[in-house]
């Protein structure tokens, strides 16, 4: 059997998988390399004096990782600079949030150029290889000009953007070039995917060949579609785990008589954190007489600290939380419980059964686990409704959740009106229909329906 050797920006394999980590893309990987061979290749999270290329490698939980340090200025331009705040804006539509500058580039393309180069003496013939996310979109490209011949893929875990905003990166074309380097490329929807060929046909003057198969830059690639999911069983487990359920036991009682909401979220302005809790001022707002009823816990972790626009809307989301809860709260109810932790798995998941509603509503994003883990987590006989963004990937699969545009603060506020009045038998028969989505999406068979096709 080949090893597959996947490789990412942040190797983030927890050593105890039920402790969990708050980035969809750690939790994903974790869970599929669990079961194979391979080796799972990345930055440390360190810096050093001077880049040396030095490999480390450690057994996490079963899963053989390699790691290497960068330069502070490595971790400046390519990280915090050209992935924070150059590509995720851009990739999430946030034009006005994206620096334009020439040094982050220019620091993306060498940390790709360092991480081919200490990666590609590792790699033997049989070999499949499989990078993930917009950090490493060239580093095919520089595996390529250092000799390697295996099969590599790649994998998108963010929206590709319109062409309309593409354009607005300089150098778009030579981004979009290094794409070719690849025999693969995954997308979470259609949407993605289609996104991508429109650019190459327009603007690159590419052809289709096929449904799958792209021309351009003299060569050919194939795009493909994986929707992500979770790990169906292990979130189960983690649900019928004794702490799963002594946190269901404890938010039960917390909230006895109340009706609760919850958010799990990254801090990130995608999420459409802001606009949820406008939504929800406006249901408090249009229903008097459901205030001292619900509380809506959000749950949002710190992320990206260190670049100034993740510091400007946890101040705003501070304010925003502090303003609402002075305007509504009594002595003894708080609308919003507003936390910036993490939690465990088996906690997160009696967590989200606690819950009557599930508010999952960003502006823009790839795919969202946070959503089918919501989903996972109910009891069958009594389940909590999901409230869905119509912009999240998961919103092509997950049909049967209450679908919302996020940006409008009225639609939010009767969604949770209908949400907390729905019957249980339509309570019921909407999460038969989630749940059999979230198990055909199982990250198991994601992993494998991605390597089959790298393979074929
Ligand atoms: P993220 O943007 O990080 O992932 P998401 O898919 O929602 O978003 O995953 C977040 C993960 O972090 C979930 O597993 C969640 O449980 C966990 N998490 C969040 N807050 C937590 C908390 N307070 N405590 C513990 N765990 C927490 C990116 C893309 C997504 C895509 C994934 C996978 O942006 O669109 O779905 O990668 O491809």
């Known amino acids: 059997m080949s090893r597959l050797i996947v490789v990412s920006n942040r190797v983030s394999a927890p050593s105890d998988p039920a402790a969990g980590s708050a980035g969809g893309l750690a939790m994903a990987l974790s869970a599929a390399l669990r079961k194979y061979d391979g080796l799972w290749f990345g930055w440390s999270g360190e810096t050093c004096e001077t880049f040396t290329g030095e490999l480390k490698t450690e057994d996490r939980a079963g899963v053989t990782v390699g790691l290497v340090d960068l330069e502070a200025q490595d971790v400046d331009e390519y990280y915090n600079g050209y992935a924070n705040k150059t590509l995720w804006p851009l990739f999430h539509h946030r034009v006005d949030l994206t620096a334009y500058e020439r040094s982050y580039g220019e620091g993306y393309e060498r940390v790709n150029r360092r991480f081919a180069e200490v990666l590609a003496p590792l790699i033997q013939s049989e070999d499949l290889i499989w990078i993930h996310d917009y950090h490493m979109i060239p580093l095919a490209k520089e595996l390529r000009r250092l000799g390697v011949r295996n099969r590599m893929g790649f994998f998108l875990h963010t929206p590709w953007p319109a062409r309309q905003l593409l354009v607005t990166l300089p150098f778009h074309r030579r981004l979009v070039e290094s794409l070719f380097d690849y025999d693969l490329i995954g997308f979470h929807t259609e949407e993605w995917k289609e996104l991508l060929a429109d650019y190459v046909v327009a603007e690159a003057g590419g052809r289709r060949l096929d449904a799958e198969r792209l021309e351009a830059f003299d060569r050919t690639t194939r795009l493909g579609v994986f929707p992500i999911g979770i790990d169906v069983e292990g979130f189960i487990a983690a649900r019928e785990s004794t702490l799963g359920r002594r946190t269901y036991d404890r938010m039960a009682a917390s909230s006895a008589f109340r009706s609760m909401l919850v958010g799990v979220d990254r801090l990130d302005y995608s999420k459409g954190l802001e606009q949820r809790l406008e939504g929800y001022e406006q249901f408090l707002r249009d229903n008097p007489d459901r205030r001292g009823q619900v509380f809506l816990l959000q749950v949002t972790p710190l992320s990206r600290d260190d670049v100034d626009t993740y510091q400007d809307i946890r101040g705003r989301l501070d304010a925003l939380a ?29 967590i989200y059964r606690a819950a009557k509603v599930g508010l999952v509503t960003p502006l823009r994003d790839g795919m969202n686990l946070v959503a089918k883990e919501f989903v996972a987590a109910q009891d069958p006989e009594d389940p909590g409704v999901l409230i869905l963004s119509r912009f999240a990937g998961a919103a092509a699969e997950l049909k049967d959740a209450l679908i919302v545009n996020p940006y409008a603060r009225e639609e939010l506020s009767d969604a949770i009106k209908t949400a907390l009045a729905m019957p249980r038998e339509e309570r019921m028969r909407r999460w038969e229909g989630l749940m059999q989505a979230v198990r055909a999406s199982d990250v198991g068979l994601w992993r494998d329906r991605f390597v089959t096709a790298l393979k074929g």
Do not use: V
């Open 322 to 350: 502090g303003r609402i809860n002075g305007e509504f709260a009594d002595m003894d109810w708080q609308p919003i419980r507003y936390l910036n932790r993490t939690y465990r798995r088996d906690q997160l998941a009696g």
